[in-house]
Nanobody, 116 residues
Framework: QVQLVESGGGLVQPVGSLRPSCVASAIIARFNAMGWYRQAQGKVREMVALITPEGTTNYAESVKERFTISRDNVNNTIYLRAISLKPEDTAVYYC??????????WGEGTQVTVSS
């Protein structure tokens, strides 16, 4: 079992920034990938950003140039630097990890609300 614990969400004004983080209970360098998904109220969960152990990243079109995913293998943590936030970025953000055995794990989520 892998536990993923998110933190760093919150309420921010439009064009503001946040940096949620996710700590894993396992060595993240051994995962296929880690990343962030989000789910807005009444909508399906969507991929936001993914990162591999080699550092290869993939972003949703809606967040490119505004969000940056990074990883700290020493502390088994990933981050999501989000700038120029928009009201449509409001959602619960979930940390995701996939192991080498293709097991998928999710955190409980952290709420991000962009509102004036």
């Amino acid at each position: 079992q892998v536990q993923l614990v998110e933190s760093g969400g919150g309420l921010v004004q439009p064009v503001g920034s946040l940096r949620p983080s996710c700590v894993a209970s396992a060595i993240i360098a051994r995962f296929n990938a880690m990343g962030w998904y989000r789910q807005a109220q009444g909508k399906v969960r969507e991929m936001v950003a993914l990162i591999t152990p080699e550092g290869t990243t993939n972003y949703a079109e809606s967040v490119k140039e505004r969000f940056t995913i990074s990883r700290d293998n020493v502390n088994n943590t990933i981050y999501l630097r989000a700038i120029s936030l928009k009201p449509e970025d409001t959602a619960v953000y979930y940390c995701y990890a996939q192991t080498k055995a293709y097991e998928n794990y999710w955190g409980e989520g952290t709420q991000v609300t962009v509102s004036s």
